[in-house]
């Protein structure tokens, strides 16, 4: 693409109003969500959302994960992933480990405090899930709106650079 051309020399078409709206309204609930969430997961005493993030990754992984591998799962940005596992070691949820046969990897596992601390904000996040998100939708709507999320992740899941495409 080169001067408002696509690869084929036609006019590139801005998006409609109504494709516009419909973009910002999703971003916006898109941006808003984890905010809220983050928020009310700290008031709680709990886990921000970044580090409920990476817990529930490593739950999800069991066992050590290699940190190359949680910074392509985690939904957060990766920028400042060492940072964050430095800071969730010092509170006693996390240790690294350097497996004997490869220390050039650095694997990350949850301590039971982690576990405890992930269980307790588990209740918080879903709780807020619940408020607000799934209660603003009938069984019809989540039902759509799966259904159409689906077919934008999965044209941009290939095309977002590091991060699991599965």
Partial sequence: ????????????????????????????????LPDILDAELQASGGLSFRWYDVMVQLEEAG??????????????????LTRVIDRMEEAGLVRRERPAGDRRVVLVHMTPEGEAALQASRVIHRDGIRRHFTEQLDHDDLVRLQAMLEKVRDHVRPLRPGRVSA
């Fill in 1 to 32: 693409m080169q001067n408002g051309l696509s690869d084929n020399g036609d006019t590139l078409s801005s998006p409609t109003r109504e494709e516009l709206v419909a973009w910002r309204v999703f971003f916006e609930c898109a941006l808003a």
């Fill in 63 to 80: 066992g050590g994960v290699p940190m190359t591998e949680i910074a392509g799962r985690i939904l957060a940005s990766k920028s400042g």
